[in-house]
């Protein structure tokens, strides 16, 4: 059986506005649901929450569903909003990267930390690991930050200064 799609909620991933002006954000209305497979022990999901000083932040998050990374973004967080990003079937560990629109604010991993595709505007792209490959060209490759979730279930991770 393939591999499900990861669910997507709250506000879904949005365009970040451009670093030269504003632009219209536009929600991503792709949600889908978990499947299930073999010996899966239950989804695991990430709840994000913006506890910065920042008024507005975008996070990106990669992960595996027993198949290619998958890389998501952007996931618009107001100051003080948590919101239910993704559920997955397998997963103990996600990346994310996290940036204020004019990128002076920024969560991300160390030198030594995995580097991500991301784009401008909202993407959603996957790393093949055996071929090594991207499915589509990206922007920039920035470092992401690991996350894990010492077991299956509910995760929650905030973001501070």
């Keep these: 059986m393939a ?42 999901s990430l709840t994000v929450c913006n506890k910065s000083s920042q008024e507005r932040i975008y996070v990106a998050l990669a992960y595996s569903d027993n198949g290619p990374f998958i890389v998501k973004g952007w996931y618009p967080l107001d100051r003080n909003q948590c919101s239910k990003l993704i ?26 930390a995995s580097a991500w595709c991301v784009d401008e505007q909202k993407f959603s792209r996957s790393w093949d690991p055996v071929t090594k490959k991207w499915s589509s060209p990206c922007s920039r490759q920035v470092p992401f930050k690991s996350y894990t979730n010492g077991k299956y279930g509910s995760a929650s991770l905030s973001l501070t200064d």
């Design 3 to 44: 591999a499900s799609a990861p669910v997507i909620y709250g506000n879904g991933i949005m365009d970040k506005p451009a670093l030269s002006g504003p632009r219209l954000l536009v929600a991503d209305s792709d949600v889908n649901s978990l499947g299930g497979s073999g010996s899966v022990r239950g989804p695991s």
């Design 87 to 112: 559920a997955v079937n397998r997963p103990e560990k996600v990346y994310y990267y996290a940036e204020t629109s004019d990128r002076r604010f920024a969560w991300s991993g160390g030198a030594n």
